[in-house]
């Protein structure tokens, strides 16, 4: 552990933390974090990072400290995540004008502002037709004269 750690059962309170390299097999690692712990794991090749994230994909969030913009292209554009920082951590989530949600396990959809509004309702779309009359040239087979029709209007 490199900070904090510390709580309080009758406050049910802990303070934020931050975990130093925890084994991929920890509980810390098995679940998604929703609370002032935050792992920090160091790599020494791509490949290391490719490897804890196929041990959990697609996480809730991605953070990239990097000044290398290949670097964090190529990790952002192959790794699935909901939502990331480059060179922060939690920013992702604070503007109501963007969305924020995860993907797969880590949950679906989008929410905050309108976008939680959207992804919470269902739009439903219904097509009213006249019942007192029904123009036979809506249904197939078609006259010579009705495609010709058609076709012109489609032009």
Do not use: W
Not at 1 to 23: I, Q, R
Not at 52 to 57: A, F, K, R, T
Not at 101 to 117: A, I, L, N, T
């Amino acid at each position: 552990m490199l900070f904090g750690g510390n709580s309080s059962s009758d406050d049910l309170k802990l303070e934020p933390t931050v975990v130093n390299e925890p084994s991929l097999e920890s509980p810390l690692m098995q679940d998604e974090i929703f609370g002032p712990i935050i792992p920090v794991l160091t790599y020494e090749t791509t490949a290391d990072i490719y490897k804890v994230i196929s041990h959990n994909p697609e996480p809730l969030a991605l953070y990239i400290f990097s000044q290398q913009d290949s670097f964090i292209r190529e990790l952002t554009r192959n790794i699935s995540f909901g939502g990331g920082a480059i060179n922060d951590t939690l920013v992702q989530f604070l503007s109501q004008k963007v969305p924020f949600g995860g993907r797969g396990e880590s949950g679906m959809g989008c929410y905050h502002g309108k976008h939680g509004f959207d992804t919470f309702s269902h739009f439903k779309t219904i097509a009213k037709t006249p019942s007192m009359f029904d123009l036979s040239f809506r249904y197939p087979p078609y006259k010579e004269r009705v495609i010709k029709a058609l076709k012109r209007l489609v032009e």
